[in-house]
T-cell receptor, first 115, second 111 residues
Framework: DTGVSQNPRHKITKRGQNVTFRCDPI?????LYWYRQTLGQGPEFLTY????????KSRLLSDRFSAERPKGSFSTLEIQRTEQGDSAMYLC?????????????FGSGTQLSVL | QQQVKQSPQSLIVQKGGISIINCAYE??????FPWYQQFPGKGPALLIA?????SEKKEGRFTISFNKSAKQFSLHIMDSQPGDSATYFC??????????FGTGTRLKVLA
């Protein structure tokens, strides 16, 4: 499978616990993104990496959230001290540039439920 | 100014019919308008995209119509099939990664 891979697919945690998600992008794509999607809504941008550099973070990404992409390959998104409002689908995407525009390819997401 | 408004929220179409989903944007700096298809339990998949220098783009049964002056664009699915039943998202971007997505349209095609 050469698509974007995300693990785990589902995560149930208790409020206050820390969780970490992993994303493996398409190998030839050097840009990687994290989006969050809540029920009945479209994806919302969280953060973006160009190789290993994190170039932008949304205001949605509070200080409890941290993302890394060591060596410009896979990425992790950690949420500390989870809150019930963090319950959502966390989507990872990678992209290539086509005539100046980014074509995003999404993984299947990690569904987080905070009890 | 960064919003993308999508309608309808849900749509039911008979097999073989035409499905039409509409989106409107405000930021005239947007220059790329993709549509994504999402099945339950899956991430969104790029379906078709258009730039504002053309008024229409067709790929198979899927057509985007773009009205730059009205700041509106729409997705037409011709000969709709039950396998097209999914949630469709429009999006808008400014040549970059940070796309603004619409709220989605849940399409159901009846057999």
């Amino acid at each position: 499978d050469t698509g974007v891979s995300q693990n785990p697919r589902h995560k149930i945690t208790k409020r206050g616990q820390n969780v970490t998600f992993r994303c493996d992008p398409i190998s030839e794509h050097n840009r990687l993104y994290w989006y969050r999607q809540t029920l009945g809504q479209g994806p919302e941008f969280l953060t973006y990496f160009q190789n290993e550099a994190q170039l932008e973070k949304s205001r949605l990404l509070s200080d409890r959230f941290s993302a890394e992409r060591p060596k410009g390959s896979f990425s992790t998104l950690e949420i500390q001290r989870t809150e019930q409002g963090d319950s959502a689908m966390y989507l990872c995407a990678s992209s290539f540039t086509d005539s100046g525009n980014e074509k995003l390819f999404f993984g299947s997401g990690t569904q987080l439920s905070v009890l | 100014q960064q919003q993308v408004k999508q309608s309808p929220q849900s749509l039911i179409v008979q097999k073989g019919g035409i499905s039409i989903i509409n989106c409107a944007y405000e930021n005239t700096a947007f220059d790329y308008f993709p549509w994504y298809q999402q099945f339950p339990g899956k991430g969104p998949a790029l379906l078709i995209a258009i730039r504002p220098d053309v008024s229409e783009k067709k790929e198979g049964r899927f057509t985007i119509s773009f009205n730059k002056s009205a700041k509106q664009f729409s997705l037409h699915i011709m000969d709709s099939q039950p396998g097209d039943s999914a949630t469709y998202f429009c999006a808008a971007g400014q040549g970059t990664y940070k796309y603004i997505f619409g709220t989605g349209t849940r399409l159901k095609v009846l057999a």
